[in-house]
């Protein structure tokens, strides 16, 4: 199982969204996707997506504009 | 159970306008959904010209300089540009349908350049068999 790392410090909406779905569905089952963003919207709404998905949240952390998120795939 | 949908009308040919179509639509497929856009008018106009872009702003265009300044506002927040989302809307597997009444109408031609961007074509009956199975559906 590998961890997929997505950079998207610096953008803005809906890229941290959309670059988390294209890793997710490149990704293995079991695989982690750990998200490094600054985009304070998204740090509260890649959770959103990850229950949509049916996905586990694994971590949200750090600060609104500057954060951490893993889910597994 | 089939995934939800999102069916969106973009009808608008504005800069603004197509934007919140396109984000609507990345952000409906990030969560897993599915999306067809039924470009129609102006939207399809500006789709079937590849200037997407070029579109004025619906309120404050002011002859162009509205759109420069927000433009460089845009840039300096590092909003992606529309032709970035519509690449991001294919990759993601997003559906692109051209109504064909606006096509005979305003002279476009099948054979026009967005052909590839194309994924089908039809009239108000496709529109509604997609809308009437949609959870979220839109006119832009």
Redesign the interface.
């Given at each position: 199982m590998a961890t997929i790392k997505v950079d998207v410090r610096g953008e803005n909406c809906p890229v941290p969204l959309v670059e988390t779905r294209k890793a997710l569905r490149k990704a293995n089952p079991g695989d982690i996707i750990e998200i490094a963003g600054t985009h304070p919207a998204s740090r509260k709404e890649i959770p959103f997506a990850a229950e949509a998905l049916k996905l586990e949240l694994l971590a949200v952390e750090g600060a609104d504009d500057d954060w951490t998120i893993r889910i597994r795939r | 159970m089939d995934a939800e949908r999102t069916t969106i009308v973009v009808q608008s040919g504005d800069y603004d306008k197509l934007y919140s179509a396109l984000?609507i639509a990345?952000?409906s497929?990030?969560?897993?959904?599915e999306v067809s856009l039924y470009f129609t008018f102006w939207g399809l106009q500006r789709l079937t010209q590849r200037g997407l872009e070029r579109g004025p702003l619906s309120k404050m265009h002011f002859f162009g300089l509205g759109k420069w300044m927000v433009k460089r506002r845009m840039a300096r927040?590092?909003?992606?540009p529309l032709e970035r989302?519509l690449q991001?809307f294919k990759?993601?597997g997003g559906r692109m349908l051209a109504c064909e009444m606006p096509m005979a109408i305003m002279g476009i031609a099948k054979a026009d350049p967005c052909q590839d961007l194309i994924d089908d074509y039809g009239a108000v009956g496709s529109y509604i068999k997609d809308a009437r199975q949609s959870t979220v559906t839109l006119f832009i």
């Open positions: - | 984000i990345n952000g497929l990030a969560m897993g959904m927040a590092k909003v992606a989302l991001d990759e993601l």
